[in-house]
């Protein structure tokens, strides 16, 4: 089947600068997105998410982005802490199905 | 509330032997799903339940893996016989509504090593 990956397994990025985590997709038929962050140790954990007909949706210090052109998904994390060093995953599922995809993850570490 | 819970949280069990792994969802929620990730690779769906039905088993990787929700609430994930290329990680998630329409919340999975 179709895939979904991100571009950079581990990122890297200084206490109070902002991240931003990319996801390439390749479904055209992809109609829902979602990012999650697992800890070690635990179960992903919903970030937000978003359907494909926005291109921009804000939570609480993080911000998803959708390209449905060039099939490209990012999660941008502001003011980054400590706290949010984990692994990320973006997935999709399409109209159709009801399993999501997951991409392979991408480890955030935050330096003080 | 409660969130996903699953039992146990580490099985080290040697090849041939069989486990059951079990999950109770949060409460409420028809739509039950197991995914697993074996070691470096992505999560991987395995099946989903809605109530006590299989809706998509498409996941399964053979028959050695048997899922059951009885009464619709919470679910086992039986391996018999063990092999090798089992170990990984098993997530339970469950949701209120299906694709895509409400997130899944995951429980903290079960960690499978065979030896």
């Known amino acids: 089947g179709e895939s979904v990956g991100l571009h950079l397994p581990t990122l890297s990025v200084q206490e109070g600068d902002n991240s931003i985590i990319n996801c390439a997709y390749s479904?055209?038929?992809?109609?829902?997105f979602i990012w999650y962050k697992q800890e070690s140790g635990k179960g992903p954990q919903f970030i937000i998410d978003?359907?494909?007909?926005?291109d921009k949706r804000q939570g609480q210090r993080v911000t998803v982005l959708l390209n449905k052109t060039v099939k490209h998904l990012s999660l941008q994390i502001a003011a980054t802490q400590p706290g949010d060093s984990a692994v990320y995953f973006c997935a999709e599922n399409e109209d159709s199905g009801y399993a999501l995809n997951f991409g392979k993850g991408t480890s955030l570490l935050v330096t003080p | 509330e409660a969130g996903v819970t699953q039992f146990p949280s580490h099985s080290v069990i040697e090849k041939g032997q069989t486990v059951t792994l079990r999950c109770d969802p949060i409460?409420?929620?028809?739509?039950l799903y197991w995914y697993r990730r074996v070691m470096g690779k992505e999560i991987k769906f395995l099946l989903h339940?809605?109530?006590?039905?299989?809706?998509?088993e498409s996941g399964m990787p053979n028959n050695r893996f048997l899922a059951e929700r009885t009464g619709g609430t919470y679910s086992t994930l039986k391996v018999q016989p063990a092999e090798l290329e089992d170990s990984g990680v098993y997530f339970c998630?469950?949701?209120?509504?299906?694709?895509?329409?409400?997130?899944?919340?995951f429980g903290n999975g079960t960690r499978l090593t065979v030896t």
């Open positions: 998630a469950s949701s209120q509504q299906d694709r895509g329409i409400s997130p899944l919340h």
């Open positions: 339940f809605v109530k006590e039905s299989k809706q998509d």
């Open positions: 479904n055209s038929a992809s109609d829902y």
């Open positions: 409460s409420g929620h028809d739509n």
């Open positions: 978003i359907r494909s007909n926005m």
